[in-house]
């Protein structure tokens, strides 16, 4: 993320509105780009489509396939998603840049591989009776999204905003635009305008690594050394992004709340769409969380550590610590506000945005709290950066298995309550998780310079 922190603090130190709306505009698409951009992608396929594909089930097949490619992928290669950013991390702080574009060429060449036969498997296994057509190109969607996922971990480390957004656009709206010249194909023509546009987009974040970080070498393995792995992370990885959709996948399963669309796959109609609607909201906090996280608390962060090394005076380390501390509460504060603001403008606004969007209101208490647990969601990653700066791996393995296991029991719980609770399992897990890691974060700042010299 440290390039981030350079990029931002750059528009920043123009002074003026439009360095402080580039700044927000960047660490908002940044931060929330694979999210809102596939969100708002399937919305504007779904819409445009409505009156050339049919029948309309067909629309409603590709954007639960979509669903489930995006969640299976995140699931899938968040074992190696955090583990690899550390070990770039580790490699970038001896000053091997050279071999940075190796290793991601190893590491997707075995996550391709592994992936790719386990969608072999799946296509043919869970897709009996399919045509062909169909479950190829879910295949090649799936291994597009797990390499998307592992290219997208890297570009944190490049400074070349411009040309990534413009990538990300390039990529989303090939997507659209490819699917809606192969509506009239249905189901499958729809699939084969996502898999162009992701192409696009993998292959163009790939020369924007490779253009940042060129090596000699074509392939590297060394990630895969036992010196140089952390299971931590990779259980990390796995249970964050399970816990995100963890009440996503009850609310699937759950005969009651849903109904089979294609093949193993279900949807839940009185879930799905008031809950991506409330990811749409996140776009303030993530920008927030971006621009003062990685740019306020950084510097400290690193003025702080350097002392350390350095041998700085004890009045300038505890000055530092308290500027850390200072910077964290301040940037946790402005997400709160900023997120609450979201939160207002949602209630305010939801009741116009569904009737815009053909939803029935009975829909709005459940987007109300999703919106909720999105905006809190936010405050518990930004918790979560800051211990892994700390390196608080343990912590944050405790935090994500809470939440993990929190949304699944809340989730259930909810189930058996009724539908007015419908959506508070999610909220409430995220609340229980943040708290705890508040705490947690006050104790861990408050003994920091102990930690830092007795500890080690």
């Not at 399919?130 to 390499?147: I, K, N, T």
């Not at 490049?158 to 009239?184: C, E, F, N, S």
């Not at 505890?318 to 506000?337: C, F, P, T, W």
Request: net charge neutral; hydrophobic share 55%.
């Amino acid at each position: 993320m440290a390039g981030i922190g350079f990029e931002l603090r750059k528009l920043l130190r123009k002074d003026s509105l439009l360095g402080l709306v580039q700044a927000y505009a960047y660490a908002g698409v940044i931060g929330s780009g694979p999210w809102v951009l596939s969100i708002v992608g399937m919305l504007l396929i779904g819409f445009l489509s409505a009156a050339v594909v049919v029948p309309p089930i067909l629309i409603t097949q590709f954007q639960v396939s979509v669903t489930w490619l995006i969640a299976s992928s995140l699931i899938v290669t968040g074992v190696v998603q955090l583990a690899f950013t550390r070990y770039i991390s580790d490699r970038l702080f001896e000053k091997r840049d050279d071999i940075v574009l190796s290793s991601l060429n190893g590491l997707l060449l075995a996550v391709i591989s592994v992936c790719g036969a386990l969608g072999i498997l799946l296509a043919f296994v869970a897709f009996p009776g399919y045509d062909l057509a169909y479950r190829v190109l879910m295949l090649a969607a799936f291994v597009l999204l797990c390499g998307i996922w592992i290219v997208t971990i890297l570009l944190s480390g490049l400074k070349r905003y411009k040309q990534i957004l413009m990538m990300y656009a390039l990529g989303y709206g090939l997507t659209v635009a490819a699917a809606l010249l192969a509506r009239p194909w249905g189901l499958n023509g729809l699939l084969f305008g996502f898999v162009v546009g992701h192409v696009v987009l993998f292959v163009g974040m790939w020369v924007i690594v490779a253009a940042g970080y060129p090596s000699a070498e074509a392939l590297s393995f060394g990630f895969f050394d036992k010196k140089t792995r952390y299971p931590s992370l990779m259980i990390i990885g796995v249970l964050y992004n399970l816990g995100v959709w963890m009440d996503k996948f009850v609310f699937w399963l759950y005969p009651p709340t849903s109904e089979s669309i294609i093949g193993p796959l279900r949807a839940s109609v009185i879930y799905d769409l008031p809950v991506f609607m409330a990811y749409l909201c996140i776009l303030p906090g993530m920008a927030v969380f971006l621009v003062r996280i990685e740019t306020d608390f950084v510097e400290y962060y690193d003025a702080f550590f350097e002392a350390v090394r350095t041998g700085g005076s004890l009045e300038y380390i505890e000055d530092m610590r308290d500027e850390m501390v200072y910077s964290v509460r301040q940037g946790l504060a402005e997400i709160a506000k900023i997120q609450a603001l979201a939160l207002i403008v949602a209630v305010v606004l939801g009741p116009a945005a569904l009737e815009a969007l053909g939803i029935s209101s009975l829909y709005l208490p459940l987007f109300y709290i999703q919106t909720l647990g999105a905006s809190l969601q936010v405050g518990f990653l930004a918790l979560l950066n800051i211990f892994f700066y700390l390196d608080r791996r343990r912590l944050i393995l405790g935090l994500t298995a809470l939440f993990c296991v929190a949304n699944l029991g809340f989730t259930l719980l909810t189930l058996k309550m009724g539908a007015i609770y419908y959506g508070y399992g999610y909220a409430a897990a995220v609340l229980l998780a943040l708290v705890c890691g508040l705490y947690f974060l006050d104790r861990r700042l408050g003994r920091l310079e102990y930690e830092t010299f007795m500890l080690q």
